[in-house]
């Protein structure tokens, strides 16, 4: 059971936008910024968002990040099929004093 | 450009402690804004942070695996280092080690590396 929660599953066809949720709380998203990671097939995690909304350099435009009191979003415009892959997103929570993630979606594009 | 690079042995006994080791080229450890962390992911799971240090040796520890796991800097190696005692079958999986912003906030694991399987099997 994640302290952040993310739908299991999404898809879209290519060149639709799909959008990603990720719900937390008081303690942790609602306080803390929220970042997103990409994990393709057999290779490490790579940070998609960073501060709720940032991207690092070299993260394409499609891909954008935004947050509203508890809980935030990932969107990927212009879906591609290099774009299915799980999606984390992660918090750190003051009350814990700890790291969480969300539990993931599998993105699969149609 | 700053890299990480997990090592240790891939498989480990239950009961007995495994020993990671995340070495840090391209850059040094001593960052007045980074903490330096461990995550792991079983197979086909998500992703369970373990736990960070800061150069100085600071820790945060994931409330779950606190009993069992100690993590510490070396600066002399630009090094950090993972240890989680008795474990079993559900400490199987690829470990990582990543770096994290603190600074002015906790925020995203900026670079990480390319992660190391651990099998607990006797």
């Known amino acids: 059971q994640s302290v952040l929660t993310q739908p299991p599953s999404a898809s879209g066809t290519p060149g639709q936008t799909v959008t990603i949720s990720c719900f937390g709380g008081n303690s942790n998203v609602g306080v803390e910024p929220v970042s997103w990671y990409q994990q393709l097939p057999g290779a490490a995690p790579k940070l998609l968002i960073y501060s709720n909304d940032q991207r690092p350099s070299g993260v394409p435009a499609r891909f954008s990040g935004s947050k509203s009191g508890t809980s935030a979003s990932l969107a990927i415009s212009g879906l591609q099929s290099e774009d299915e892959a799980d999606y984390y997103c992660?918090?750190?929570?003051?009350?814990?004093?700890?790291?969480?993630f969300g539990g993931g979606t599998k993105l699969t594009v149609l | 450009q700053l890299q990480l690079q997990e090592s240790g042995p891939g498989l480990v006994k239950p009961s007995e402690t495994l020993s990671l080791t995340c070495t840090v080229s391209g850059g040094s450890i001593r960052s007045s804004d980074h903490y330096w962390a461990w995550i792991r992911q079983p197979p086909g799971k998500g992703l369970e942070w373990i736990g960070n240090?800061?150069?100085?040796?600071?820790?945060y520890y994931n409330p779950s695996l606190k009993s069992r796991v100690i993590i510490i800097e070396d600066t002399s190696q630009n090094q950090f280092s993972l240890r989680v005692n008795s474990v079993t079958a559900a400490d199987t999986g690829v470990y990582y080690c990543?770096?994290?912003?603190?600074?002015?906030?906790?925020?995203?694991?900026?670079?990480w590396g390319q992660g190391t399987m651990v099998a607990v099997s006797s």
């Open positions: 240090v800061f150069y100085s040796g600071s820790t």
């Open positions: 990543a770096r994290q912003r603190f600074v002015p906030q906790w925020d995203g694991f900026d670079i």
């Open positions: 992660a918090s750190w929570d003051a009350s814990l004093r700890a790291q969480v």
